[in-house]
């Protein structure tokens, strides 16, 4: 779960939906159009608004927005590859502002403003405006709004746009408070209130750390987005889930009731917008909530996709499988990770170098090797622990290895394994290890060499080792003594069969 959002970052999600030149462009044509076509009155919320009556432009300005509009909307033809046809290509429009003539006349007509009526000095401000927002230079774009709005005579049309571009403009400038009023101010105004104006809102309060409103306004606007009949934005709930870990945070609300409310947001986040952050946000908060067979299948389900890029996700979805007694699926995911790559940059250099996300780590290697060894696959085991008894510090790995080689019946490499391990500074049991050890000799049938290390491991103080140890000595001293009563048996036999066969012949 995100801590804290950056306010460039909120900002721009915020504003994803209106901070496109085209689209207040279009606003203010369909302000014009409105007004065309509006008259009467009509009724929000109970109340009566009365619209004024749709104006005209006087002819001498009409004339000159026409020629501003015509500049706006230039196209021109470029040639683009032909989807169809490699290697051809075809003809098509593109945007091609010219801004140089439609300044050109804006400044013709602000050097005569006091010559024209208030309704046509509005229309002149809106232009300005969106030439001035398309340039980038706000603050000048803020003041063409404000003026708009100090005509008297501009229609209601021109004057909500103005209104909720203006207060986008201060949003961007980080003027939350003017911002703030001047959304509100529009919902006032407005005939309908839309579910992406709430979010407008709940972004704003966002940024001024009012939790409270930031997720009123932000369920609202959830709300009335089902209402209308399409799928809420993705960062709409993104800025949900953050503002109910703020109000965890400050205790505003419990965090057992914020944890279930982020569950819901992530799991729809999962489900609509499938991205790497939110499987694993969706895990983070089941793991909070102590459900952590949730959190393995949320981080398996980020797996299954092909999101998990970094060593971390991978050891952690392995040890989840170990401990949930799948160990067979988690020597899978250490083996994917050891064949995913992924590219990495020197921050120094900036050369990019290919590697693997799951590095042929001592500590990797035990887990790879554990899972194979739990899933019965012995023979996958011994190869990924002789790579690790070699990496190791310590003598157990190897005392390890030497146990798998013992159960798969290779008693010469189990030998060589446990002394190499017996070799090493640190063991954790050596006489564990003897007593392995002397396993594989009996095995072998050199009782001698078998005996010697059940002594040295019946020399520990662990009674049950010693118990053990003595165990074996006891089964060597009477299977040696058995052995050998065979062998003699077995050459008085043979040695019986040649008489015989020497007497016959």
């Not at 009526?117 to 063409?144: C, I, P, T």
């Not at 309908?192 to 409270?212: C, G, P």
């Not at 369920?219 to 799928?231: C, D, P, S």
């Not at 005996?451 to 299977?479: C, V």
């Amino acid at each position: 779960m995100l801590k804290t959002i950056s306010r460039n970052t909120l900002v721009l999600f915020a504003l994803g939906f209106t901070l496109n030149v085209t689209d207040i462009s279009a606003q203010s044509r369909d302000a014009r159009a409105d007004e065309a076509s509006r008259g009467g009155s009509s009724k929000k919320a109970g109340k009566t608004r009365t619209y004024k009556k749709a104006r005209v432009l006087q002819n001498s300005t009409a004339k000159k927005v026409v020629k501003i509009v015509e500049a706006l909307e230039r196209q021109k033809i470029i040639k683009v590859p032909d989807p169809e046809n490699n290697g051809k290509f075809i003809e098509k429009e593109e945007d091609d502002p010219d801004w140089m003539t439609a300044k050109s006349i804006l400044t013709e007509l602000l050097n005569n403003r006091a010559e024209m009526k208030s309704y046509d000095r509005s229309v002149m401000w809106n232009y300005w405006g969106y030439l001035y927002f398309s340039e980038e230079d706000y603050d000048q774009a803020m003041y063409a709004y404000e003026q708009l709005l100090k005509e008297p005579e501009a229609t209601v049309p021109l004057r909500t746009a103005s209104l909720l571009t203006l207060a986008q403009l201060n949003l961007v400038k980080e003027r939350w408070d003017k911002g703030i009023s001047l959304i509100l101010q529009w919902m006032d105004e407005v005939e309908n209130v839309t579910a992406q104006s709430y979010y407008l809102l709940s972004s704003a309060y966002f940024q001024k750390e009012d939790f409270v409103r930031a997720r009123t306004n932000m369920e609202e606007a959830i709300r009335l987005a089902e209402e209308e009949g399409y799928r809420p934005k993705e960062n709409w709930y993104v800025l949900l889930a953050a503002c109910f870990n703020e109000l965890k945070d400050r205790k505003v609300i419990g965090p057992e009731y914020a944890l279930e409310q982020q569950v819901g947001i992530y799991e729809i986040l999962v489900n609509y917008y499938p991205k790497k952050q939110y499987f694993l946000q969706l895990g983070y908060t089941y793991q909070q909530m102590d459900r952590e067979e949730d959190y393995m299948l949320t981080l398996k389900a980020a797996y299954d996709k092909d999101f998990l890029d970094k060593e971390s996700e991978y050891l952690a979805l392995a040890q989840m499988l170990l401990l949930k007694k799948n160990p067979y699926w988690a020597a899978q995911v250490l083996v994917a990770g050891q064949e995913k790559k992924v590219t990495i940059t020197d921050d120094d250099t900036g050369e990019e170098e290919i590697v693997a996300v799951l590095k042929d780590k001592e500590k990797t290697l035990k887990l790879l090797a554990d899972a194979w060894r739990m899933a019965q696959e012995i023979d996958m085991a011994i190869p990924v622990l002789e790579k690790a008894a070699k990496m190791s510090k310590d003598g157990d790995t190897y005392v390890l290895l030497g146990n798998l080689y013992l159960f798969e019946d290779r008693m010469e490499d189990s030998i060589r394994a446990i002394n190499n391990g017996l070799k090493k500074p640190k063991v954790k049991s050596r006489s564990q290890a003897l007593l392995v050890l002397g396993q594989a000799y009996f095995e072998l049938q050199n009782f001698e060499e078998a005996k010697k290390h059940f002594r040295a491991a019946a020399r520990d103080e662990n009674k049950r080792i010693k118990k053990t140890a003595n165990s074996w000595i006891k089964y060597a001293e009477n299977e040696e003594v058995r052995v050998k009563n065979l062998a003699l048996r077995r050459d008085f036999i043979q040695q019986s069969q040649a008489k015989s066969k020497a007497k016959n012949s």
